[in-house]
């Protein structure tokens, strides 16, 4: 089946550790997202890719950094700069084409301990 | 960034019942999506608006994209139990530059429904 998968579903974090939330993506999509979501608020854009070893900076991208060296896949670490860690992460892929709908994956959960 | 005020913030509805909500922005998009999202689980599509002026359904499901592009409303007719959940409406400028492919999402309309 084609689709978007992240694991592991739960992810654990200790104080000052670094911690990496995997995205693969089978759809053949150009462009893949990361984004953030906290209780009682939308979605924000933590990185994007538009294409292989190309991307960019979101809106909260601080703390946070991004590969792309496959297209299937775009690796999120939430690094030890990131104060407030503690969300549900979620990782979405598109075309790339202009306009083109995004897909999001089943999110990753971590907490920080 | 550009914010979208998604309303109302919470609803609590008896099985059957039709239910609205909507999404205002303070600039334009040029695609509305909306997705609902179950706990624990990633946004699932919706529909897609392209145009301005469109009205588009889906089953039970029915959105429009507002004429001025600042806005957009999704309807539910007849709510069943499993349309519980929280509703996201999404902008999309999809104009290219720096602000490609990037959506900006409202706050959720988190919905119950009473059997």
């Known amino acids: 089946d084609g689709g978007i998968t992240q694991s592991p579903k739960y992810l654990f974090r200790k104080e000052g550790q670094n911690v990496t939330l995997s995205c693969e993506q089978n759809l053949n999509h150009d462009a893949m997202y990361w984004y953030r979501q906290d209780p009682g608020q939308g979605l924000r854009l933590i990185y994007y890719s538009q294409i292989v070893n190309d991307f960019q900076k979101g809106d909260i991208a601080e703390g946070y950094s991004v590969s792309r060296e496959k297209k299937e896949s775009f690796p999120l670490t939430v690094t030890s700069a990131q104060k407030n860690p503690t969300a549900f992460y979620l990782c979405a892929s598109s075309m790339g084409r202009d306009g083109e709908t995004q897909y999001f994956g089943p999110g990753t959960r971590l907490l920080v301990l | ?115």
Not at chain 2, 17 to 44: H, R
Not at chain 2, 46 to 72: H, P, V, W
Not at chain 2, 87 to 113: D, E, H, M, P
């Open chain 2, 1 to 115: 960034g550009q914010q979208l005020n998604q309303s109302p913030q919470s609803m609590f509805i008896q099985e059957g019942e039709d239910v609205s909500m909507n999404c205002t922005s303070s600039s334009i998009f040029n695609t509305w999506l909306w997705y609902k999202q179950d706990p624990g689980e990633g946004p699932v599509l919706l529909i897609a608006l392209y145009k301005a002026g469109e009205l588009t359904s889906n089953g039970r499901l029915t959105a429009q994209f507002g004429i001025t592009r600042k806005d957009s409303f999704l309807n539910i007719s007849a709510s069943i139990p499993s349309d519980v959940g929280i509703y996201f409406c999404a902008g999309q400028l999809g104009a290219g530059g720096t602000s490609y492919g990037k959506l900006t999402f409202g706050q959720g309309t988190i919905l119950t429904v009473h059997p």
